[in-house]
C-alpha cells in the first residue's frame, strides 16, 4: 500500500491550459517535498511546505498544504512544453530519525504545444 | 548549493560482474544518504538508507549482501551490485540529506546499470 497516494497518473494537455496534481494521504507529515524529474535525470527539489496551510508559489506553480498537513497539491497556470516531466510528491514523517522520505507514484505530465 | 554527482552516469556489465556506483555530496555534509532504484516511467523505489560510520538500513525485500553499501565519509557513499544480473538492469539514483534541513533530499543525477 501507498502511503502518499498521488493523482492523476497521466495528464497530457495543450499549452496554455492549467492543471494540478494531488497528493493524499490518512497520515501526517512534518513537511512534505515536491520534486520534478526528467527523463534519464535525477529529480530536482522544487519546494518544500512545513506549516498546515502554506501556501507557496513557484513562477507559474503553486504548492498548498493541507491544513492537517495530510495532503498537498501542486497547481500549474498556464502549462509549457517545458513543465514537462514526472512530478513527485514525497513526505516525512514526524519523529523519522533518518529523515526518510515517503514518495508518491508520480504524476506524468505531457504538454503540448 | 546543494549539489550531489553520481558517477558513473552509465555503466554496461557481463552477468556475474560486479559494479559500484559513487555517491558525492560536492558542497555540504551529508548525515544520510539514501539509495533508489527506479523503473521506467515509476517513482523512486527506496533501497537502503545511510549513515556515515554506520551500516545501511535495507528495506525489506532488498538483499544486503547483493547490494552492498558504505559510507565512508560525510561526502561519499558507494553501492556495489555484487554478481550481477540482467533483473538488475535498472536505473540507480542516490540522495543525500544535510542535517535537520526539513528533510529535503538532493539527487544525484542516477546510474543506468545495463547487465548483459
Known amino acids: 500500500t501507498q502511503l502518499l497516494e498521488q493523482s492523476p497518473q497521466f495528464l497530457s494537455i495543450q499549452e496554455g491550459e492549467n492543471l494540478t496534481v494531488y497528493c493524499n494521504s490518512s497520515?501526517?507529515?512534518?513537511?512534505l517535498q515536491w520534486y520534478r524529474q526528467e527523463p534519464g535525470e535525477g529529480p530536482v527539489l522544487l519546494v518544500t511546505?512545513?506549516?498546515?496551510?502554506e501556501v507557496k508559489k513557484l513562477k507559474r506553480l503553486t504548492f498548498q498544504f493541507g491544513d492537517a498537513r495530510k495532503d498537498s497539491s501542486l497547481h500549474i497556470t498556464a502549462a509549457q512544453p517545458g513543465d514537462t516531466g514526472l512530478y513527485l510528491c514525497?513526505?516525512?514523517?514526524?519523529?523519522?530519525?533518518?529523515?526518510?522520505?515517503?514518495f508518491g507514484r508520480g504524476t506524468q505530465l505531457t504538454v503540448w504545444p | 548549493g546543494a549539489v550531489v554527482s553520481q558517477h558513473p552516469s552509465r555503466v554496461i556489465c557481463k552477468s556475474g560482474t560486479s559494479v559500484k556506483i559513487e555517491c558525492r555530496s560536492l558542497?555540504?555534509?551529508?548525515?544520510?544518504m539514501f539509495w533508489y532504484r527506479q523503473f521506467p516511467k515509476q517513482s523512486l523505489m527506496l533501497m537502503a538508507t545511510?549513515?556515515?560510520?554506520?551500516?545501511?538500513?535495507?528495506e525489506q525485500g532488498v538483499e544486503k549482501d547483493k547490494f552492498l553499501i558504505n559510507h565512508a565519509s560525510l561526502t561519499l557513499s558507494t553501492l556495489t551490485v555484487t554478481s550481477a544480473h540482467p533483473e538488475d538492469s535498472s536505473f540507480y539514483i542516490c540522495?543525500?540529506?544535510?542535517?535537520?534541513?526539513?528533510?529535503?533530499?538532493?539527487f544525484g543525477p542516477g546510474t543506468r546499470l545495463t547487465v548483459l
Open positions: 514525497a513526505g516525512a514523517q514526524r519523529g523519522s530519525t533518518l529523515g526518510r522520505l515517503y
Open positions: 511546505v512545513v506549516t498546515g496551510g
Open positions: 497520515s501526517v507529515f512534518s513537511s
Open positions: 545511510s549513515n556515515e560510520g554506520s551500516k545501511a538500513t535495507y
Open positions: 558542497d555540504f555534509q551529508a548525515t544520510t
Open positions: 540522495s543525500a540529506r544535510e542535517h535537520d534541513i526539513n528533510n529535503e533530499q538532493f
